[in-house]
């Protein structure tokens, strides 16, 4: 395992950032951390990658979303969730049409296809949710729920 470098040439004046302290990094690390204990099951019988997965999870949540809504409800990069998208409907899993109102506008859908593999995966991620829950105190859970809240606003 490398170890943290200890001293800096001369005349070279670094500031390393301490990825192990840096708040970003480390929920970064959560997050994949626990997303990934799910995602290695439903990738395996589904095809379906992490963008995929959250991309159907909000459409599950938000019927009737434009790929650019979907982009924004879930921080995640544009051509991402447009690539994510075009496999999902591609696959059958997402359905895209037209905007009864506006034909400029696209709206997306889960198929009967993506809802059977949502209503598979999503209570495998409710309860990996609840085995990291399950380490803190109601208090905790409690406060975490307020951090978060607070963090993102």
């Known amino acids: 395992m490398p170890?943290?470098?200890?001293?800096?040439?001369?005349?070279?004046?670094?500031?390393?950032?301490?990825?192990e302290h840096f708040l970003p990094y480390r929920l970064s690390i959560l997050s994949n951390t626990i997303s990934q204990g799910i995602a290695d099951d439903y990738q395996k019988r589904y095809d379906l990658s992490v963008t995929e997965w959250r991309v159907m999870a909000v459409l599950a949540r938000?019927?009737?979303?434009?790929?650019?809504?979907?982009?924004?409800r879930t921080a995640m990069d544009k051509v991402a969730v447009s690539r994510a998208l075009a496999r999902l409907v591609e696959?059958?899993?997402v359905s895209r049409h037209m905007h009864n109102f506006d034909k400029r506008r696209s709206?997306?859908?889960?198929?009967?296809?993506?809802?059977?593999?949502?209503?598979?995966?999503?209570?495998?991620?409710?309860?990996?949710?609840?085995?990291?829950?399950?380490?803190?105190?109601?208090e905790e859970r409690t406060w975490l729920a307020r951090i978060l809240d607070k963090l993102q606003k």
Request: glycine share 6%.
């Open 91 to 93: 696959a059958g899993r």
């Open 3 to 19: 170890t943290p470098r200890k001293h800096t040439p001369p005349g070279v004046q670094h500031a390393p950032l301490e990825l």
């Open 62 to 72: 938000y019927a009737g979303l434009s790929a650019r809504e979907v982009a924004e």
């Open 107 to 138: 709206v997306l859908d889960l198929t009967e296809s993506g809802w059977a593999i949502h209503d598979v995966i999503a209570p495998m991620a409710r309860a990996r949710e609840r085995a990291v829950l399950d380490k803190l105190t109601e």
